[in-house]
Every structure is written in structure tokens, then in C-alpha cells.
């Protein structure tokens, strides 16, 4: 799975224009960077950059660029790595820029309800600032403590708010861009509605730092909701969890948050982080975590109320209501960090699937028959509400999915299954690197030409993550 | 303006081919009907296509889009004709294909809330339809009982519940597309989030038809909200009520419409509909329509009482509370009536500006004084919630900007002072041919250049709508 990029090489040359730009601290060969930056959290996979640069402002960006599309040095843009599916694995070697130098918020306009960022804020830290001003950023993907915003942009992040407020496309105003060229562009205007020309701002929000580097963020921002309301629900089977996820929406509820996750994955993660408040019962197969939010405390608990009554038609357990703040957070904890536990239990590979919400039940029996016929162990959580299931998988020699052929076949049929069912192979995680040899299921020969000459509008010489989504040329 | 377009003509060998492939029925070249074809709602401009064909389906359009790639005939798409950028008129003769007869809901998925439809189905036709399952597509532009969902597509369509449900790309999961070529794809997938290589469907929503031709559009529906109510407040000045607006949402509530319409406007309108049961005081300058919606009419009782009191801050005077369904529909059609109304008053050019919500009271400022020097009158309504404001221009001796150099002048002074403001140039309707003369003050070459390359992609032969949005070679 070679990318076709005609490569050039990290010469002494450039490493001295590197450092006229940036200053000699922030251009670095050594071997603990070079590893450090040679990794994201996808599989166990381990690629080294031949230097990584730290630049601080989008100027510099763009001199860096102009250096490497003038001497066709691969670039690969970082955000904080914490990827799942390799987009910022430095596969080709070459220069690695991290935005981390990037990390001020520039403005919050509170006139507006939006907010101005660089690329390098770490996510929740972005929530937390707006939120003092009683304002909303919904997007939160389970590594929201570690990642960038601009990452999130890159791989047009969701994490469980989606269900109700949308994914981080849904927020994207405008971007400050720099092009492979070296070229900076702003793609739009700070407005709730645009019909000026072609969309590049939605074109850039997903793009997986392959048509350029972003350097400036505008998000919309909603008012906070004043409460929420947790609760947990135990019931007999993954099925009857994703139906009664289902049940919900057809009911006329929208919760602001609806996951799930197999009982086997709340086990792990309960033992790692040494839960004692949230109870888990033995007799049960999946959990439906189900938030709802408001400004009308008395509306928030008729409907916990009415959800809870719905669900004993699919044979829920007893519900557990998280009482009072810490409570909510020991549940919500226990979630976010299902993917670094199972990940340390040998469940080192991740899909990220998504179908129509309905279409649950099916995938997940598609799931455990494929396991059984591949031989590998999955465990299942994620969204259920959006139909977005992560599937965590466990295989008896391997670390990785590239290098194993029973479990690439394997990940075909069950991709298969997935576009049959309406869905497709990321939701929320990108293609990167790992899944790349995947697009063909989803796409045919027609798209996947329309997305390879669109990367070379932006990028003539195929500097800019090469080869992450598809081989380009 | 001529679009730089090797233009090829349709001759006597085509007319037969086109025939072939939709039948005699459906291929019109008689006066009336190039007429008819000849313009949209766009000032009054008129351009007669060779010959109007009205397909039946994605197959016969793709066979018509590959004869006229290969001999070069220029081809214009058309929904209902309701657009009001010139998007829909066929400026270069040639071809218009008319997507009237692609006019079916496919399948409303009451599981997966969602739609499948045929481009040529009319907006509220479909709005009916899933409402009927308790189900909600919130775009509404002004023109839904007569549009096409299809043209909405190409415009990126809002209208007034877009303040709180978001416009129409905020609703379109995937499209079935014909590209210029003749091939046929599917955008993306019918899910939720998709993070699966570049956003091919929201590169094609707001393309106005010249990426391809949409044969098939799944929507994303919602539950459809139980309760409204909905109120009109005067205000002494245009300004005030756009400082209301803004301080209805940093007081964090989010209307479900909040509209503005000024006095002229809505005397205009009021008298062409022979309203009598909403009263218009004399001592007014600006309405605003304030709706809000929910599932709990407590809440919304107090939610419209908190916001009258606000409205006090800013000289509001006595609130109208239309108080049945009957009120309700008089109001709205007195605000849906309104372009029409001051169309046939002498209004004939419309502009759709957007800027941040908080900066309307400026443009609206800037518009009456660039009236004065530029010698134009200038009525503002539309969508203050969101910033789209809409401004309706009267100028004697003139029925189109294209013709007169001062209100080209202006009118480009106007979006400069909109740029200014963080704003563009349209929020809603799009730029088709009559604004891409102005497409250079909200962007660079470099962005302009990217956009032209991306048509190039998509249509080698620059045969689909060619010269709309931008001169494109």
C-alpha cells in the first residue's frame, strides 16, 4: 500500500531554512521526538518523520510548505495524535509539522455566539473557556481532554452531544487555511448561513489534513442548556439495547446523548478505573446510557420518566439515575475511557462504523458471526443513537489489521455489511491510513477519481499527507 | 459577462437523439414554452433556451448529459424556477433540462427518520408528507409552496426556521447525482455522520447545478415539534429591533423563526393581501415575527412571556400574540408574501447579505445611506435571527442591477461593507448569474482558482451550467 508520491528528501539545506524560520528549538531529529511524533493512538503502527517542526503562527506554515512543495518533501500535519485511524502517522517519512505552538483562543464573541481558534487547542479546554460565557460547543469526542480542536476538524470529530447538536461540521463557519502551495486562504465568512460559491469550508472539514493545514478556526456556539439529566440501563441483550435505542427517537425524544456499550467493555474499563459508584450487574449483555438536556427541569424528568417506561417494552433492567454531578461523572468517565481500556486488554484495533440508527440490531449480529468465522473478539460501544458503532477488536497474534490477511478479509465482509445496511466505514474517525484499503467498498472507481483530482487541485505535487484516504498521484 | 464556453449547438441530429431517449412529448421547442423556461424569479431578466427536455428519470438525463458533453451543448438544470440569483436561467441557450417530472417522495423511513425524494417533489409537498408520520424537514424558504426541494439542494436553501434547525445542508445525508459526464453516483451514505473520505454531498449542495444534476436526495427528519406560538412586535427603528434580535439569543433562548420586516415592506404586503386580522400601528418602523416551538407549552408560554418583557429593553411596542392556527397562517403569509408584494410594488432587485447576527443594525445603517448616494430605495426584511437580511431595491428607470452602472456601483459597495462586517454576499439564495460579478470582493483569486479547477473536475467540458457562480473556462 505504497502512496505514488514522488519523494523528495530532508536535505541539510532545508533543515537550515527550517530553522530560519521557526528557531532552532522548534526543528527536531532527535530519537525521542522522532518516536514520540512517529505515533498516534491507531493500532501499534510506528512510522518516523525525518524531523518534526513546530511552527507558531500560519506564516510560517506556509514558508515551511513553500520549502517542501518546491522540493516535494512529504509533510504530515499533527494535531495532538490521538487519531485512531492514522491520519497523522508520518508514513513517508519526511516533515512532520505539529499545530501544538498553535493553542491560543482568540476571541470569544459573545455578541455573536462564536468563537475564534487556533488548530492546537486542546478540545475541552475550548469547551470549558466558552462555557464560563454561558455558551455551548457540543462536539465532544471521548479524548476531548487530550486532543486538538483542529484535529477534530480534520477528522470531522463527533463523541456522544452528536446525537442531539450534530458533529463538528455542524459548527465549522470558516477556516484560515494554508494551502500545500503555501498559500493562505480564509474559506468563507463568520456567518450562520453562506451560499457564495462552492463549499470549501465543508470540503476542508474531514479532509484529514490532506488538501491544506487549518490555522484559524470560526465556531458557532449555542446557548449552554442549564440541565441534564444521566441514567444508565441495564438490559438482556446487545439487540434489545439497539432497538430500544430506536424506540426512543420514534417516540418523539431527543436525547442529548445515547450510547451503548457491550457489558464485556464496561467490565474492563470499570476494573482499570476502580469504579465503585456506578453498579454493574452480572446478568446483563449492553447498557444504554441515555442523557437528556434542557432549560425546564420539570420537562427533563417527565421525559426520563416516559424513556424509562418505553424501555421496559424491550426488556430494560433497572434504570440507575445518576443522582447529583459526581455521580454523572464517575458514569460519564467510566464511557469516555472504554477505548484506552479495552485498548490495554488487547483490543488494540478500532472500527468505527455507521448505519442508519435502526440497522443496529443487524450489524451487531453481523459482528459476532464475522468474529466467530475470522477469528477475532469484538467488543461493541459507541453511539447509539447516531447508528455509530465502534467495534474493538481482539486477535489472537497481531497488534495491527494491515498485516494480518484473515482479519483484512475479515474487516471486508464486515465493511460489506455495513454498505449494505446504508452505512459507511468511518463515522466519526476518518480513513487515514488504516482503512484506506477499504474506500473501494464504500466508493466506486468514479468518486474516488472525483476525491484523488480534487487532492490535486489543492495539492499539484502531492506533498500533504500523502496517500492517508486513498493513494494519490 | 460572456462564460468563457466553446459553445456547441443543438442540432437537427440531437433534437432526434433527445427525442429517443424521454419522447416527442418531452422535448418542447415552441415559443411558449422557451419562454416560459426563459426566466426564473430574477429582476427581469429573460434568456430562451434551444429546447427545453423534461426527462422522467436519472438514466434519460444521464444520456442527455452525455450527448451534450460530447458535442459541447451547454446544459442548464431547473427545478420550479423559483431562484432569484438567475441560477436556473439559461443564459447560453442550449439546453434546459427540467427535473419537473422527477417529482416523487421515493420513501419516508419512519425507523431511521429519514426521506428518500425525487429533486422535482415541492417543498412543502414533502414537508406535508412527513408530517403526516409526525416527522419535521425544518427549510422552509418563503417560496415552499412552489419550489422544488431539488432547486433548494442547489441553493442551499434557508428560510425562517433555520435560526434554530439549521439550513438545507444541514439536512441532506446523501444525493444521487448525474455529473456532466453522464455517470451516475451516490454522494455518500444514509447515516448520520460520515467521516469517509472528502464531502462530495455537501460539495454538491449550494453548487447550483454545475457539479451535476440531482436525481435522488435523503434527508435526515426530526421529530416534529408538538407546540408554537408565535408573536409580531412593532419597533420605533429598524435598528432596535435588529439589537432586540441579538439580545434574544445572548439572553439564551433560540427562537424557532425571528423575523424582521420593515413597515414599507409589510404595508406593501398588507395591502396586496387584503389583511385584516393582523394590525399594523402607524408610529412603526420594523416588525419583528418571533416564534418559538416545543413539546412543552408551559415552557414555551414562559419562554414568550420572558422574551416580551426583554423586548421592552428596546422600545418594543404592544405585542401581538396571534393566538389560533387561523392568526398563525394570516401572519405567516403576510411575512411569505413578501417579496412578491414589493416585487410588483417596483422592488424588483433583490439582494440576500449575511453578516453576524449582532452587526445588522450597521448594514442596515450602511443600505439606507449607499440608497441616498447611489440613488436607490431600499426595503429590508428577512431572517434577523440569523443575519440573512434581505434587501429589496428600487430604482428608477432600471428592472435588472445588470443595466446600470451606479447601482452596480452600489450595489458593490454594499458587499464590501457586508465583508467588512464578517458577512457575504448571499446567505440563502445563491450566486447564479447575477451576483458572480461581486464573488471578487469575498474572494481572493486563490479561492476563486480552486473553485473553477473543482468545476473542472467535475465537468471537463464546461458544459453544466456553465458561467454560473463564476466565469469558468
Not at 115 to 123: D, L, N, S
Not at 289 to 295: A, C, K, L, P, Q
Not at 306 to 312: E, F, H, K, R
Amino acid at each position: 500500500m505504497e502512496a505514488f508520491v514522488e519523494k523528495g528528501v530532508v536535505g541539510i539545506e532545508h533543515m537550515h531554512q527550517f530553522i530560519d524560520i521557526v528557531g532552532e528549538k522548534y526543528v527536531l531529529k532527535d530519537e525521542g521526538s522522532l518516536n514520540e511524533y512517529g505515533h498516534d493512538e491507531t493500532e501499534n503502527l510506528l512510522y518516523l518523520p525525518d524531523v518534526v517542526i513546530k511552527p507558531g503562527n500560519a506564516e510560517e506554515i506556509s514558508a515551511i510548505l513553500r520549502i517542501c512543495n518546491e522540493a516535494r518533501i512529504p509533510v504530515t500535519p499533527r494535531g495532538a495524535g490521538t487519531g485512531l485511524s492514522g491520519g497523522a502517522l508520518p508514513h513517508l517519512g519526511g516533515v512532520l509539522i505539529s499545530t501544538e505552538r498553535l493553542n491560543s483562543i482568540l476571541q470569544i464573541d459573545e455578541r455573536n455566539l462564536q468563537v475564534t481558534t487556533q488548530p492546537g487547542v486542546i478540545t475541552e479546554v475550548l469547551q470549558d473557556a466558552v462555557k464560563e460565557k454561558g455558551l455551548f460547543y457540543p462536539p465532544d469526542p471521548s479524548s476531548r481532554g487530550s486532543c486538538f480542536i483542529g484535529g477534530n476538524i480534520a477528522a470531522n470529530s463527533g463523541g456522544p452531544k452528536a446525537v442531539k447538536y450534530g458533529v463538528v461540521k455542524d459548527y465549522v463557519l470558516n477556516l484560515q487555511v494554508v494551502l500545500p502551495t503555501g498559500k493562505i486562504i480564509w474559506t468563507g465568512a463568520n456567518v450562520l448561513k453562506n451560499s457564495t460559491g462552492y463549499n470549501l469550508t465543508q470540503l476542508m472539514v474531514g479532509s484529514e489534513g490532506t488538501l491544506g493545514i487549518v490555522t484559524a478556526i470560526v465556531l458557532r456556539l449555542i446557548p449552554l442548556p442549564k440541565y441534564e439529566l444521566l441514567i444508565l440501563v441495564p438490559f438482556k441483550s446487545l439487540e434489545k439495547a439497539c432497538e430500544a435505542a430506536g424506540a426512543i427517537f420514534r417516540a418523539g425524544f431527543t436525547p442529548s446523548a445515547l450510547e451503548l456499550v457491550e457489558i464485556e467493555a464496561l467490565q474492563i474499563v470499570n476494573k482499570m478505573v476502580g469504579n465503585s459508584a456506578v453498579p454493574l450487574t452480572d446478568d446483563t449483555a449492553a447498557h444504554l446510557i441515555i442523557e437528556v438536556d434542557g432549560n425546564n427541569m420539570e420537562t427533563l424528568i417527565n421525559d426520563i420518566e416516559a424513556i424509562s417506561i418505553l424501555l421496559t417494552q424491550y426488556e430494560a433492567g433497572e434504570v440507575y439515575f445518576a443522582d447529583d454531578a459526581q455521580q454523572k461523572a464517575e458514569l460519564w468517565k467510566l464511557r469516555r475511557r472504554v477505548a484506552e481500556a479495552v485498548k490495554l486488554d488487547g483490543f488494540t484495533i478500532e472500527e468505527d462504523t455507521v448505519v442508519p440508527r435502526a440497522e443496529l440490531p443487524e450489524l451487531i449480529r453481523g459482528v459476532k458471526t464475522l468474529g466467530k468465522q475470522y477469528h477475532f473478539q469484538a467488543v461493541c460501544y459507541g453511539h447509539a443513537g447516531d447508528g455509530n458503532l465502534h467495534i474493538r477488536i481482539k486477535k489472537s497474534g497481531t497488534g495491527n489489521s494491515q498485516d494480518d490477511p484473515e482479519l483484512v478479509e475479515g474487516l471486508r465482509a464486515l465493511f460489506a455489511l455495513v454498505k449494505r445496511l446504508g452505512g459507511t466505514i468511518s463515522g466519526e474517525h476518518g480513513i487515514g491510513l488504516v482503512q484506506k484499503r477499504y474506500m473501494d467498498i464504500m466508493f466506486g472507481e468514479t468518486q474516488l477519481q472525483l476525491m484523488r483530482q480534487i487532492k490535486k487541485v489543492f495539492d499539484p505535487n502531492n506533498i500533504l499527507n500523502a496517500g492517508k484516504i486513498f493513494d494519490s498521484k
